[in-house]
């Protein structure tokens, strides 16, 4: 069962950058489209970004144009930098399959404020 860790999360001032790392344990090759989660408090879990195995991306409007997600097959790594953060990106965020999700990892906070 691949596990997947992510981090690079943190406190950051609205108009701030942050780059997102997420490892897994396994091939991400073999998993396929991969994709960048978010849980903000009180709401539900959901799709921020999506990249299949060679590298075609897809956005939720809301981040469109401010993130921008990535992977390294050789290192089982997908990434997120996000800029132009805003408060409302404030959640906890995650990466999983896009399809047939695995268990869920712990997740990276990261808090949007002044």
């Known amino acids: 069962q691949v596990q997947f860790v992510e981090s690079g999360g943190g406190l950051v001032q609205p108009g701030g950058s942050l780059r997102l790392s997420c490892a897994a344990s396994?091939?991400?090759?073999?998993?396929?489209?991969m994709g960048w989660y978010r849980q903000a408090p009180g709401k539900q879990r959901e799709l921020v970004a999506d990249?299949?195995?060679?590298?075609?991306?897809k956005y939720a409007d809301f981040v469109k144009g401010r993130f921008t997600i990535s992977r390294d097959n050789a290192k089982n790594t997908v990434y997120l930098q996000m800029n132009s953060l805003k408060p409302e990106d404030t959640a906890v965020y995650y990466c999983?399959?896009?399809?047939?999700?695995?268990?869920w990892g712990q997740g990276t906070q990261v808090t949007v404020s002044s």
């Open positions: 990249i299949t195995s060679g590298g075609s991306t």
């Open positions: 999983n399959a896009k399809w047939a999700r695995r268990a």
């Open positions: 396994g091939s991400i090759l073999s998993i396929g489209t």
